[in-house]
């Protein structure tokens, strides 16, 4: 992994030990061929996307109303959950204005899709975009991540913040609980440090939601609606949750310390490749593919899977597989010693 990095800044620096700058190797220019958005490509994946979750909305009102098995329903939220977490992807795209060429389809359609996940575009955006360019530094946490601690930090932290700790980063807690309260609670207030602009998108979103819950009490009834989003919501979001949290706390991984945070090992080295079977990989939208896309955020998801194909450096990166990334859940805490992610500490 380290071969990676070669041609960065991790052994240049000035005479005073500092980073001068963002120093990239000769293939990362390559990646700029892969960035032009399809705007054809775009409008087929909301068609592809779109369309079979309504059907499935409708096949699921139409079990409950003829009396059928809730275990139908679940099966059919299931697959509405799959392309849910599709239509967020597609979303996260809009916010990095890659998706479609024009930057007002880019918002557009970012601010109806946002409805139908429950979150703000521009509020979102903030704290997204901040994560780009934050994610991996131990000085600029807090900002569209994982709460992550190091082992210091754990260990002279006191007993309740530890307890609240080991509770966040649960598996029921994080997975079972956080899809439910990050899109249903959390993200119904403006992200912190943000400005009027964000505030009124988180508004308008909310009035949006609104009116769309109305619209469907009139058409379904608030039972009825009750019995398919909050089933095909928990199952999306913890899918969501899971995807993110593998994507940056995996073996091994990145963070530094501002003064030593560089942006290609961040990218590299901080960001996973889940290998995902091809099924997953489309409901997925290519994300699994982070490590690229954290190294170009305007690079859209289709051409996520061309980029890493066309670009042999990209291919050095070790892939997590599905079964690997089970034992991701144990991993808690930044070593900035051993300089690797770990478990809790046996006696802590």
């Known amino acids: 992994m380290k071969t990676m990095a070669q041609g960065s800044s991790g052994n240049n620096r000035d005479a005073k030990g500092k980073i001068p700058g963002r120093m990239w190797p000769d293939w990362y220019k390559s990646l700029a061929a892969f960035r032009k958005s399809d705007t054809r490509k775009a409008t087929w994946q909301l068609i592809n996307t779109l369309v079979p979750y309504v059907c499935l909305w409708y096949l699921m009102i139409r079990s409950i109303r003829l009396g059928y098995s809730y275990a139908l329903t679940l099966i059919l939220a299931l697959a509405a959950g799959a392309f849910l977490v599709r239509i967020f992807i597609l979303f996260h795209d809009c916010v990095h204005g890659s998706f479609f060429r024009r930057q007002g389809a880019n918002t557009f ?83 912190r440090e943000v400005k009027r602009k964000q505030r009124l998108s988180v508004l308008f979103t909310n009035l949006l939601i609104v009116a769309m819950i109305v619209i469907a009490d009139r058409i379904m009834g608030w039972r009825t609606y009750l019995l398919i989003q909050l ?31 560089e942006p290609l090992r961040a990218a590299l080295e901080g960001s996973s490749f889940y290998k995902l079977p091809d099924v997953l990989r489309w409901f997925s939208s290519n994300i699994g593919y982070h490590h690229v896309h954290h190294l170009n955020p305007r690079i859209p998801n289709y051409r996520l899977k061309k980029c890493y194909d066309s670009v042999p450096a990209l291919q050095t990166k070790m892939p997590l597989t599905i079964l690997q990334s089970l034992s991701c859940i144990r991993l808690n805490l930044w070593d900035e010693n051993r300089q690797e992610m770990v478990a809790f500490p046996a006696n802590a």
């Open 231 to 261: 089933p095909v919501f928990w199952l999306a979001g913890a899918a969501g949750i899971w995807l993110f949290y593998v994507q940056h706390q995996f073996p091994g991984g990145y963070w530094a310390r501002k003064g030593e945070w």
């Open 109 to 191: 359609f970012g601010y109806v899709l946002g409805v139908l996940v429950f979150t703000s575009f521009e509020d979102w955006r903030f704290a997204h975009l901040r994560h780009h360019v934050s994610y991996a530094n131990l000085d600029a946490r807090g900002f569209g991540d994982i709460w992550t601690m190091t082992l210091t930090e754990y260990e002279n932290s006191p007993k309740k913040k530890r307890l609240q700790y080991r509770l966040y980063r649960n598996p029921i807690v994080m997975l079972g609980l956080g899809a439910m309260f990050t899109f249903f609670l959390a993200n119904r207030l403006p992200t």
